[in-house]
């Protein structure tokens, strides 16, 4: 029988079997890895191995591999396979000097069975983290995305930090290496957390590893902190430097998610941009390309982009002419790469299994480890110094009680007879040794050399001894105390090697920055009346406005039917459009005054309205809705004004007044739904402005959000005041500059502001601030004038700084003197008396010539104030006869 008739007889015979014997069957071929023994009468078929037995089993096996072995960190030191062998390989070359990369990739690969290039790789992104590996030469550069140099030409050693953290032979687990030719530890007995100090990044097979990485003392400061059992929280830090919201970070487990930004400087003209910090992730190339694409689509507009970077990070983007910087900025954030969100996914080995452990609970398992290990540190050193100690007595006993020249000693036949004299002639001192002494001890004394024998001097023994006692009794208190003695050390850890390693990503709350909101008008909307087009396509057609792809468009139609939607190429909206423009949602300032006529014959009303939020493409009626319902009049007010308007009615015999005024001002403002107030019962001939309006929703009331540093009118945050017009924002920094700004709500503000609040240049502004050119400290009074430009009222030294900035009426300052004088009263400086008013560029007048230890303001002083004198106020009411009919004259009285 041949093997193909085989086979396919052994498929009929599976078909016919029940549905239950064939699962059974599949559960024996998955026990048996996917082999099924078939002997057969001919011999010519011994067995026939199964295709999904054999994918059972060998894609579980790869699967396991890639995870265990090549994607994802072991928690116990946070490692992946491949760090830990180069890691223990330089470890094995270390000699204190850089050996060539070439040479470390080599080595390692005794431990790891991949390639060279695998190798390689890993070795330059363990470098880049500039923690571990102290680097030579061309390393490559993390914000340009330079890569490094060849193998050949780079060189690296262990860093200070990894030979004092991570390395330990006498605490290390070995396991032999793939060939079983060398050993190599199953995880170094890392004594930091390492895993959340680099971060890791890692796809396995249906598994994923995301750990963001995290500051250095920061991290060292929680491990205390959870020793000393106290509350702890931890946040990513980025290299890159930038700003992160971490709102909902979630410890790092999946589901969660943290949003970066570039850090974006404006330019004294706002005509040029320049982005300092980059997100993680992005290098400065990456980021300039997205900002070119997002040029090219029209979403911003710059002139050009330069890339300054080197040591940090310097990338210049020109604006177009009229291009609003802050407005550029929202759409940098919203269009490009400057801001982006990363989903972090803390998942690490733990048990030879992988599991999503928490940030702090991966940080508490450290230092718990680093506590363990600690212990064990100890325990080994205690064991050694007792070994010491022990040996050191036993030789001083056999050296002072000249055991060595004993006759029987000297005269014993072999080497048992010996070791029995000498155990003999120790008996008496056995109460003094803290253990029994073994031949192997014995065996150590006698091979002792005469050189040292005569040598030997009992008082060096004696203090030797003593000083094994003093560092065995401190090692025991520090077993003791194991929980003091590792904060001790992460104390001295964060002291040796934290400086430099300061935060380098702002924590901030970010703002939603809706898209159609900061996207430039790319696009230009035309509308064809006589077919009922309305279009960006329609070139040759009546233009309406600017606008951009993304936003929306609000139609109004003579019939009293208005809906909103999406900008296209060529959209059909019918006849007799009456009004077309962007539609701002959320617009509660742009307010429509209509006069429209109910049904065919009906009489007239007029409203006032906003539309603030309706459904795209859906129709929605101004008027009651009654059939052959006309709008009479309309205005689209982005500020709400209020026109007066001239009535003329269609003549009637009985009809005695033809024409009236009508003042929208008189009209209250409600929703769209409304039907108005009545008009007019009569025709309306034609309707005319008399004067055209102003507001009558008054200023803007504006908010300063200190999270976020963005205004608003939800009421979040510092209430600025109520704007209108021309009125400014005055911001103060810790500096000592300030500027003005507009109040739209598009503007950015710097963290390191001191004062932002209303613009009132009648104000008179006390500053105490340090002259570094003069080396004095002065105090000027002044006005802050309006400027868009960041100017400097202390000075342009180089070192000066403000140290007080008051706008009360009568401030005081103290000042405290130091130095040789500080034993000089403390003196009150009243800035009105000290010095006049003068312009914010003039220098001021010097406090003191005394070393000052510190100034400080202090409650102002209060004066009684002059009476108010009463005096009669006189007015007249003009034109009376004017009045409506059936209003009121108002009476005003004063006292």
């Known amino acids: ?107 390692t690969m005794k431990y790891h069975p991949h390639g060279d290039a695998s190798i390689g790789d890993a070795l330059v992104q363990l470098g880049q983290k500039d923690l571990l590996i102290d680097c030579q030469g061309n390393w490559g550069n993390i914000l340009t995305g330079d890569a490094a140099a060849a193998p050949r030409y780079i060189e690296a050693r262990l860093s200070k930090f990894a030979l004092d953290v991570v390395f330990n032979p006498k605490t290390t687990n070995w396991k032999l290496s793939y060939d079983g030719r060398n050993r190599e530890p199953v995880t170094l007995p890392v004594k930091f957390p390492l895993l959340l100090a680099q971060g890791v990044e890692g796809i396995a097979v249906g598994l994923a590893s995301k750990i963001l990485p995290h500051n250095f003392n920061e991290l060292v400061d929680a491990c205390i902190a959870h020793l000393k059992n106290e509350n702890f929280v931890l946040y990513p830090d980025f290299p890159t430097g930038g700003m992160i919201d971490v709102s909902k970070y979630n410890d790092g487990l999946r589901g969660g998610n943290v949003k970066i930004r570039a850090k974006i400087e404006k330019d004294n003209n706002n005509k040029v941009l320049k982005i300092t910090e980059i997100p993680y992730g992005r290098t400065t ?62 998942c690490v080995i733990e048990d030879e299994k992988p599991c999503f452990m ?29 070994e010491e100690w022990h040996f050191a007595s036993l030789e001083r006993i056999f050296i002072e009680e000249r055991i060595y020249k004993d006759k029987k000693f000297e005269e014993s036949p072999n080497l048992q007879k010996v070791l029995a004299h000498v155990h ?26 005469m050189k040292r024998i005569l040598k030997f001097n009992s008082e060096e023994a004696e203090r030797f001894i003593k000083g094994l006692e003093e560092e065995i009794k401190q090692v025991k208190h520090d077993i003791a105390n194991i929980i003091p003695y590792t904060i001790a050390y992460y104390k001295r850890i964060k002291t040796k090697y934290g400086k430099g390693r300061e935060r380098k990503t702002e924590i901030r709350n970010f703002e939603n920055i809706e898209a159609a909101k900061v996207v430039i008008a790319n696009e230009k909307l035309y509308i064809n009346r006589e077919e009922g087009f309305i279009g960006t396509a329609l070139k040759k057609d009546e233009f309406i406005c600017e606008c951009s792809d993304m936003d929306e468009v609000i139609v109004f139609k003579k019939d009293g039917s208005y809906y909103v939607s999406k900008v296209a190429d060529k959209i059909f909206v019918g006849k007799d459009v009456l009004y077309v423009n962007v539609f701002k949602k959320n617009d509660k300032r742009t307010i429509y005054n209509v006069i429209y006529r109910d049904g065919r014959y009906g009489s007239s009303y007029v409203k006032r309205f906003n539309v603030t939020g309706v459904t795209r493409d859906k129709v929605y009626n101004l008027t009651k809705g009654t059939s052959g319902s006309r709008v009479l009049y309309f205005t689209a007010n982005p500020n709400g004004e209020a026109e007066v308007v001239k009535v003329c009615l269609k003549p009637k015999p009985t009809l005695k007044k033809l024409v009236f005024e009508y003042d929208f001002a008189d009209l209250a403002i409600k929703g769209r739904d409304s039907q108005g107030n009545l008009l007019s019962k ?167 010539t005394y070393e000052v230890k510190k100034i400080r303001e202090i409650e102002p002083l209060v004066l009684e104030e002059e009476k108010e004198i009463n005096s009669e106020v006189e007015f007249e009411v003009t034109n009376p006869s004017e009045l409506a009919d059936g209003e009121e004259q108002m009476k005003l009285e004063f006292d």
């Open 285 to 346: 190339s990456t980021l300039i390309d997205s900002i070119i694409k997002a040029n090219d689509k029209g979403k911003i507009k710059i002139k050009k982009i330069d890339d300054n970077t080197a040591r940090n990070v310097e990338i210049m983007i020109y604006l177009a002419p009229g291009v609003s910087s802050d407005k550029t900025i929202d759409a940098l954030y919203a269009f490009t790469d400057c801001e982006l969100s990363i989903s972090p996914n803390s």
């Open 1 to 107: 029988m041949d093997k193909e008739n085989l086979i396919g007889e052994e498929e009929s015979k599976d078909e016919q079997k029940l549905p239950t014997e064939g699962l059974q069957e599949e559960e024996n071929r998955s026990e048996n890895d996917g082999i099924s023994e078939k002997p057969e009468e001919n011999g010519k078929i011994r067995s026939i191995q199964h295709l999904s037995g054999m994918y059972q089993k060998w894609f579980l096996d790869y699967a396991s591999y890639v995870i265990l072995e090549r994607a994802v960190p072991y928690v116990d030191d946070g490692l992946k396979p491949v760090q830990r062998r180069i890691l223990h390989s330089m470890r094995e070359m270390d000699d204190g000097r850089y050996n060539k990369v070439a040479n470390i990739i080599g080595n």
């Open 358 to 386: 928490p940030i702090p609970e991966i940080l508490r398992k450290s230092a718990d480890d680093t506590v363990t290990l600690l212990k064990l540190e100890l325990e080994i050193r205690l064991s050694e110094l007792s």
């Open 682 to 848: 009569n025709d309306v001939h034609k309707i005319s402005v008399v004067q055209k309006g102003v507001s009558t929703l008054g200023g803007r009331k504006i908010w300063f959000d200190e999270d976020v540093f963005r205004l608003n009118t939800d009421e979040r945050g510092k209430y600025l005041g109520e704007f209108q017009g021309e009125e400014r924002i005055l911001v103060v920094n810790k500096n000592g500059t300030y500027y003005t700004s507009s109040f739209d709500l598009t503007n950015h503000y710097d963290g390191e502001y001191l004062i932002i609040e209303k613009f009132d240049e009648r104000k008179v502004w006390s500053a105490v601030f340090f002259d570094a050119e003069q080396q004095y400290y002065y105090l000027k009074r002044f006005r802050f004038e309006e400027t868009t430009k960041i100017l400097s009222f202390i000075g342009e030294g180089a070192g000066s700084c403000l140290v007080g900035l008051s706008c009360e009426r009568h401030p005081q300052f103290e000042i405290l003197f130091g130095g040789k004088y500080a034993n000089r009263p403390a003196e009150v400086i009243r800035a009105d008396e000290f010095i006049a008013e003068k312009s914010y560029k003039a220098r001021g007048k010097r406090l003191t």
């Open 424 to 449: 003999e002639r120790l008996k008496p001192f056995l109460p003094q040794l803290w253990r029994k002494v073994t031949d192997e001890d014995i065996k150590r004394l006698l091979e002792i050399k």
